[in-house]
């Protein structure tokens, strides 16, 4: 039995809303919207398969020991090249200190905040510090979900139809987008809490299957994202700051961006380059054909270049001078019989001297810290998961 | 000649998946729009809302064998979508306007409390929001809310609790006659 109240609450719905006989849509437009969503999850998926594991499969090399400084700095280089360094996460030295960075564990699932290790709810992929808990990514059959979090990982808020985050690679700032119906929205926050709500800016929609992502942040304001058209495919990309929108006509796949330098790392059909943001042409400041780049060090100065392969794998990588492309250390997986062995793409920038990277040697995965000085420590692992699949997952924020 | 056989057969089951789902679309349409628009609060959200849940209903027709629960399907992904603080945040910035939130459609009988509650009711947090459309409008129990919201029925309890003591407290006296009843519960 209802109380008066309640009485009236029932009432004033019903009047509200008994008197709408609307059916604004047709199963075409139910189909339309349906194809949007799948050709998302798609683009989605394939961008996390992409994202997730670059493997190397040897042949016919033998085992080196940890943290090998194989070969003398060539005259060519800078001096303060430290040479190559091959990774072996078994007999590397086991650090006493955790990852500065939250280190998830999809396979339990839990995160690993400092010395804490935290049991999740959900399996996110990704998770960073935010306001007074977190803020995460679910990824559900390829449609990503971002969740606002508390300490204890109640979900305080969710955001279906959005993208992976980005995070800065200092970690005070995350950025995201979402499918807001006629238009992307783009959100730029500090995770803090510290600012007033910014704007967000709107990217065009476009036909079934347009998908817009960040890709990194320029500055603290100005976050860099791409839109694919699902009409011809074709990507555009522009500089979102609050509510404004710069197309950059000039570039081409960006794959990181620095908000101290200003800079973007973009990749042609064979070859990578470092761009200005803020260039009205696009010229690069220095290109290379040695390597596939990554995420810039928080300070700029150094960003990571993958070493490709014909196959598209990568056997290693090396910590390259952002302001010239000079090599500053290359590091190499092991390489023993019958083994695949390889780093995932996804890396984080612990500091601005040491780089977080998951090596997966068969079915054993580890974290291992790469130091600029050419060290190499085991942070975290080995966590044995099913052939193919991907348990740890790194992602920039300050957990220290 | 079994390409042909295999691609009439895709086409069959693509017919009878559309004919179902627009026999089921027609039917319930209506109603479920009515929810959305009391969850959105305007009818862009409400067709926002209630597409979305269609599309994604649609992707996932052939998976659900019980026809019964398909319109708790629909709630549920429009109750979670509306839930979400980025996008009343989008919602909030994107559709401010000086003029007052659309009231929906009142009948004669209206003495126009009820598009006072109503106006209150958009007030509440969206959580509770959610349950006083699925309780009170719906007509939904407790387990069913908590069901379709995806938590215990006692948070359903308190919210309900927390949002009817929330209008009690907006509401002017002419809409709050003191009810011991609402006390009690």
Known sequence: MNTPLEDRVHDALHRTADP???????????????RRIQRRRAVAAGAAVAAVLAVAVPFGLTMTGPAQRTEVPPATQTPSYVGQVTIDPRSAEVSATPAGVPLLDLSVPSVSAGSAQLDLPKPYEQLTPYRDGWIGTLNVDGDYVVDVLDDSFTVLDETPGASPLVVSPDGQRVASTFDAGDHWS????????????????????????????????????????????????????????????????????????????GTIAAQDDSCA???????SSGAALWRTCDHVLGPFSPDGSLVVGFTPTPGGDYPGLSLLDAATGASRVDFRVTMPKRHVVGIASQVVWEDDEHLLAVYTDNADQYVVRLGVDGSVERVAGPVTVESGEYALRLTPGDVG | MTTTLVDMGTQDRRRDKDADFSAYMSARQPALYRTAYLLAGDHAGAEDLLQNAFAKLYLSW?????????????????????NSLWRRAWKRRE??????????THDAYDDGMGGQVWSF???????????VVLRYYEQLSEAEIADVLGISPGTVKSQASRALAALRARAPQSLNPHESG????
């Open chain 1, 186 to 261: 783009v959100i730029n926050s500090d995770v803090a809490g510290e600012e007033l709500e910014r704007p967000w800016a709107s990217v065009p929609d476009g036909p079934v299957g347009t998908v817009v992502t960040p890709v990194g942040f320029v500055s603290a304001d100005e976050v860099l994202v791409s839109r694919l058209d699902g009409g011809d495919g074709t990507f555009s990309y522009y500089l979102a700051d609050g509510d404004q929108l710069e197309p950059l006509p000039w570039l081409d796949q960006p794959t990181s961006a620095s908000p101290v330098t």
């Open chain 2, 182 to 185: 609402d006390e009690a519960r």
């Open chain 2, 62 to 82: 052939d998976k659900i064998r019980d026809r019964e629960a398909l319109d708790g399907y629909v709630r549920r992904i429009m109750v979670n979508e509306n």
């Open chain 2, 121 to 131: 009711v958009q007030t509440l947090p969206p959580k509770q929001r959610a349950v």
């Open chain 2, 95 to 104: 559709h401010t306007t000086d003029t007052m939130p659309e009231t929906g």
């Open chain 1, 273 to 279: 380059a470092v761009l200005d943001a803020h260039s």
């Open chain 1, 20 to 34: 709408l006989q609307r059916a604004p849509f047709t199963v075409g437009d139910v189909r339309t919207r349906a």
